[in-house]
């Protein structure tokens, strides 16, 4: 039925899910010559807009709970990416801030947005569609958090 609104082709979940897996995995095919995942990358993305934050602050930014960051975290130390530093004012909390080797990657890094609206199909041309429709997909999940 064409009206069904239980029809799987009608879903708004499904559609973004769907999406969600291709940018995922066109993600992992870009940040492999990095050496990143992409829950690192959006550390990374975090960090390069303000190193030495607060891990709290890492999981509340990027939506990651701390079983998930800290292990994450763990290993790009493991990795001489990032190190983790008590705060000098709050020993209770712990900063993270890049290496110089965290801090250089960001060079590497600079390309993968734009091979992403590339392979997206976005050109320097429409690339206001790209913008418009980050801004309403951010305005919606700021929606269904908020109710």
Request: a positive charge.
């Amino acid at each position: 039925m064409a009206d069904d609104l239980l029809a799987l082709d009608r879903q708004l979940c499904f559609a973004l899910y769907a999406a969600q897996r291709a940018f995922t995995r066109t993600y992992a095919e870009l940040l492999e010559p990095l050496g990143l995942t992409y829950p690192q990358y959006l550390v990374f993305l975090a960090l390069w807009e303000r190193d030495g934050r607060a891990v709290h602050d890492l999981g509340t930014c990027l939506a990651l709970d701390s079983g998930t960051l800290t292990p994450l975290l763990k290993r790009l130390e493991h990795r001489g990416l990032v190190e983790r530093r008590r705060d000098t004012a709050d020993e209770r909390v712990v900063k993270i801030h890049l290496t110089a080797a965290g801090r250089a990657l960001r060079a590497k890094a600079k390309k993968i947005p734009v091979l992403l609206a590339a392979k997206a199909g976005f050109t320097a041309a429409n690339v206001g569609d790209l913008e418009r429709l980050r801004g309403e997909l951010a305005a919606l999940a700021a929606r269904l958090t908020s109710s």
